[in-house]
């Protein structure tokens, strides 16, 4: 059966409101108040009032300054993260643990040292300022004016149409156990539900958060920004951002800088008129040092005490959400970013309940890359502790591009065991793309234990077994060519029915429309270039990684009838 054409469903009537305007403008105020709490609680020591005014009144002095302040705060954190992560690793060379533990320490502390002096040279070049004033004036002639991650395809967000933003808007909205539209493929109560049109439109949101770049922030809590409190503090990139949301009535506001000065940022989306939240976060800027140091902190630490039932994580990827060492005193730990995005959720929720009084508000997560796991890391403890969302929000489904691992086993059984207790059922999907490196490119023997005899497996496992890191959610691969897509991982038990579907639009609708705007855009060669280029060894694992692999092997495999059974 063929899915019907896009015919917009019937909504509860909002409550009128004096001024669409003003309410706006009240729920940004109370989120920046709540983010700006985060951001000055990272500040430390302020310049001196006369080194202030003379930063403020001499541009280049302030360039300069901050330029070689970055330099020694970069250089500082290299050394404590060398002199850190090697005590920890000898540490665990006498531990006594069994042999490969060790073992699993030094394989990344080793591959860190050799790789991020690299990477801190490459990131202090990249961000010298006579090369960025020149890397953005090559941008706005030749990349749309958009940020590295994204100038490679300045069109990118033109490719989605505004009917099929309002298709993937009116799933978003639809609460659980409401009716919805006639489907191709026969309905199944019990089946997990890929949603085409989610997917896309929360692949734009993931892709264009990465135009967020944190100057202005950085400044702010380097004492050099002039102002005692920010009324909103924006960052360069913000405005595109907003733009691209206000072209479908989407409204965004950045909520956390995620314990960090440098780009990675969690941010909300919403539309006024419905009810549900986006919450996303913005993937590693690949000229931030301080992101590289965070991703490559890969020390197993206990995370019991932030997600009940949760037992070993990612040390980088759990600081940038649950910091051990809080910076401002007990009665004040709400600016944590967990926090920080918590209350950022129960605001806008409150806001858009204020005018659908009979509905819940759905929350939805996105992001791409690594800061994937710190999405779901934040996800997982809103699962366990609903109420930190709020009364009037729901957590829904997360879709997140390109994952890393991100915990061990044990976690990973308490995630899915919560997950398939609850009723209605939600699920984290984790999509990847081809063979991406980030999503399959390190230690994942968590994610195979079901495989290991259980004698010997004790043998070589513990909590301290940095090879043994898993995936949270249920994983769907896609391919470059019109393949059947696979569905893998330890989210899902075998024979679990899984739907990935549009319930709006017919395989031949969705390819039709794709091949009409890539013709339009003039994409059909950047098209062919890139599935050559993922031919390439280790390169072409990196080029899978991009957003804009993941965009073109979604409606490629689209194209197809994907539904079936979880094997």
Request: hydrophobic share 40%; net charge neutral.
């Amino acid at each position: 059966m063929s899915a019907p054409s896009l015919v917009k469903q019937p909504v509860n009537t909002p409550v009128p409101r004096e001024s669409s305007f003003e309410r706006e403008r009240d729920i940004h105020k109370k989120l920046e108040g709540i983010r700006t709490d985060e951001i000055f609680g990272e500040r430390g020591a302020h310049d001196p009032g006369f080194l202030k005014a003379l930063l403020l009144l001499v541009p280049f002095f302030k360039t300069t300054y901050l330029y070689i302040q970055l330099v020694i705060h970069e250089s500082g954190r290299y050394f404590s993260w060398l002199s850190a992560t090697w005590a920890i690793t000898i540490t665990e060379i006498f531990s006594g643990h069994p042999f490969v533990d060790p073992v699993s320490y030094l394989f990344f502390v080793i591959g860190g040292t050799l790789v991020l002096p690299v990477v801190l040279i490459l990131c202090l070049v990249a961000r010298f300022p006579p090369l960025t004033r020149l890397y953005y004036a090559w941008s706005r002639l030749f990349g749309g004016g958009l940020g590295i991650v994204n100038s490679g395809n300045a069109n990118f967000f033109k490719a989605l149409t505004k009917k099929q933003v309002e298709a993937a808007k009116m799933e978003l909205h639809r609460g659980f156990g409401e009716s919805k539209p006639d489907r191709e493929c026969p309905p199944n109560e019990n089946a997990r539900v890929f949603d085409y049109d989610i997917a896309k439109l929360l692949l734009q949101i993931a892709a264009v958060v990465y135009e967020h770049e944190s100057t202005d922030i950085r400044n702010a809590a380097f004492g050099t920004a002039g102002h005692k409190s920010l009324e909103f503090l924006e960052a360069t990139g913000d405005g595109f951002i907003r733009t691209f949301a206000k072209q479908f009535n989407i409204e965004y506001h950045p909520i956390s800088e995620l314990e960090n000065k440098s780009s990675a940022f969690g941010g909300l989306f919403w539309d006024p008129d419905e009810t549900w939240i986006i919450v996303a976060l913005k993937g590693t800027g690949p000229i931030e040092f301080g992101e590289w140091l965070s991703d490559l902190d890969s020390t197993m630490t206990d995370c019991s005490e932030y997600i009940p039932n949760f037992k070993m994580v990612h040390r980088g990827f759990k600081e940038r959400v649950f910091p051990n060492k809080g910076r401002l005193p007990s009665q004040q730990q709400h600016q944590r970013p967990y926090n920080t995005i918590s209350l950022g959720i129960q605001a806008v929720a409150n806001h858009l309940h204020a005018r659908h009084p009979d509905r819940k508000v759905n929350v939805w997560f996105t992001g791409h890359s690594l800061r994937c796991a710190t999405a779901s890391l934040i996800y997982a403890r809103m699962l366990m502790k609903p109420e930190e969302i709020g009364d009037h929000a729901v957590l829904r489904d997360a879709y997140l591009f390109a994952a890393p691992i991100v915990c061990d086993s044990d976690s990973v059984k308490a995630f899915n065991d919560k997950m398939f207790a609850d009723t209605p059922e939600r699920t984290m999907w984790r999509i990847t793309s081809n063979d991406d490196f980030v999503a399959t490119g390190l230690p994942e023997f968590g994610d195979y234990q079901h495989l290991f005899d259980p004698k010997a497996l004790q043998k070589v496992e513990s909590q301290a077994n940095n090879f043994f890191y898993a995936h949270l959610g249920a994983e769907i691969i896609l391919y470059d060519r019109p393949s059947p897509s696979t569905v893998a991982g330890n989210h899902l038990t075998n024979g679990h029915p899984v739907q990935l579907h549009s319930y709006h639009f017919t395989p031949e609708e969705i390819s039709k429309a794709y091949d009409k705007q890539k013709s339009k855009l003039g994409e059909t060669v950047r098209e062919k270039i890139g599935v050559v280029l993922q031919l390439i060894p280790v390169l072409g694992r990196f080029i899978a990684h991009s957003t804009v692999t993941f965009r073109t092997n979604l409606t490629v495999l689209r194209s197809v009838n994907a539904s079936g059974l979880y094997t």
